[in-house]
């Protein structure tokens, strides 16, 4: 399985699992990112930090450790 930080901009993933707890994983849940969605990236920070994607069409930015915690397949 790849994270959401490993996936390279211009690229569609769909969401499979979310590994975070308690309100790591809320907080990812209420941007919108739960299992089954579809997340296109966007851009990559030059350090990885923030990862910028769109999400049910809403522009977002998830901070690397929270990228981390989402794990992908490709669409």
Known sequence: MQTLREIRPGKTVR???I?????????IMEMGVTRGTEIHVRKV????DPVEVTVRGYA???RKADAELVEVECV
Not at 19 to 27: D, H, I, L, N
Request: aromatic share 0%; hydrophobic share 35%; no cysteine.
């Open 19 to 27: 590994t975070g707890a308690g309100p790591v994983k809320r907080r």
């Open 45 to 48: 920070a030059p350090l990885g």
């Open 15 to 17: 969401v499979t699992k």
């Open 60 to 62: 977002l930015s998830i």
